[in-house]
């Protein structure tokens, strides 16, 4: 029950002037009575920092609370990046034990990740891979996640997407990633869930061959 101010510094590594019409927007976990955005309060130039706060309440019953959060655009864009506060809240009433029925705000949490990919050795080159991420939700809540890619061949590099951002119910779904490769690789990925809480799928391998 305990009011607490939260503060980030962050640093403005792009090349684009943040306006006051740029924000803190809240993406999932424990929200702590927070707004669901915050706006900044001054331009922030490419290369400078600025400090964002939120205005926060303890939850009241004992346990381990993060809340996830990132800067958004006037457009409505997400930044690439997640950050979050994390607090331990101590003194208050025990915390009541969750069931699989539970869809308390903040106690949805991903519970398990798969990825597959359509075609791991296609015989045509060029040729654009599909791969299909399942993950599986225990109540609704905001979800953020990528596609991870690397390769053994010297000099090989992705054109991965970023990360995306997507408000789920409870229950199984999927996601489609595609990458258009040109050039001969052998390659893997995985598909990395970042909020509400950190989940990694196995990892998958794919080759490409190409004729000189």
């Given at each position: 029950?305990?009011?607490?101010?939260?503060?980030?510094?962050?640093?403005?590594s792009?090349?684009?002037?943040?306006t006051?019409e740029?924000?803190?927007?809240?993406?999932?976990?424990?929200?702590?009575?927070?707004?669901?955005?915050?706006?900044l309060t001054?331009s922030?130039?490419?290369?400078?920092?600025?400090d964002?706060?939120?205005?926060?309440v303890?939850?009241?019953?004992?346990?381990?609370?993060?809340?996830?959060?990132k800067?958004?655009?006037p457009?409505?864009?997400?930044?690439?990046?997640?950050?979050?506060?994390?607090?331990?809240?101590?003194?208050?009433?025990?915390?009541?034990?969750l069931?699989?029925?539970?869809?308390t705000?903040?106690?949805?949490?991903?519970?398990?990740?798969?990825l597959a990919?359509?075609?791991?050795?296609?015989?045509?080159?060029?040729?654009?891979?599909?791969?299909?991420?399942?993950?599986?939700?225990?109540?609704?809540?905001?979800?953020?996640?990528?596609l991870?890619?690397?390769?053994?061949?010297?000099?090989f590099?992705?054109?991965?997407?970023?990360?995306?951002?997507?408000a789920f119910d409870?229950?199984?779904?999927?996601v489609?990633f595609t990458?258009n490769?040109?050039?001969?690789?052998?390659?893997w990925?995985?598909?990395?869930?970042?909020?509400?809480?950190?989940?990694?799928?196995?990892?998958?391998?794919?080759?490409?061959t190409c004729?000189?």
């Amino acid at each position: 029950g305990e009011a607490f101010v939260k503060t980030w510094r962050l640093h403005n590594s792009g090349t684009t002037t943040w306006t006051s019409e740029y924000n803190l927007a809240f993406l999932g976990g424990a929200q702590m009575s927070a707004p669901a955005s915050v706006p900044l309060t001054s331009s922030v130039a490419p290369g400078d920092m600025v400090d964002v706060s939120v205005n926060l309440v303890a939850p009241q019953e004992n346990g381990t609370y993060r809340g996830y959060w990132k800067m958004r655009n006037p457009g409505g864009q997400f930044f690439d990046f997640a950050f979050y506060v994390e607090i331990d809240v101590v003194g208050g009433t025990p915390a009541a034990r969750l069931t699989p029925t539970d869809e308390t705000p903040g106690a949805a949490r991903v519970t398990e990740a798969s990825l597959a990919v359509d075609d791991a050795s296609p015989e045509d080159c060029p040729h654009t891979f599909t791969f299909t991420a399942t993950f599986t939700l225990n109540g609704p809540s905001t979800v953020s996640y990528r596609l991870e890619a690397g390769s053994d061949t010297p000099g090989f590099v992705f054109n991965l997407p970023g990360e995306q951002s997507g408000a789920f119910d409870k229950g199984s779904h999927s996601v489609s990633f595609t990458l258009n490769i040109t050039d001969t690789v052998n390659g893997w990925a995985h598909f990395l869930i970042l909020a509400p809480n950190s989940v990694e799928s196995d990892q998958v391998t794919f080759s490409l061959t190409c004729s000189p």
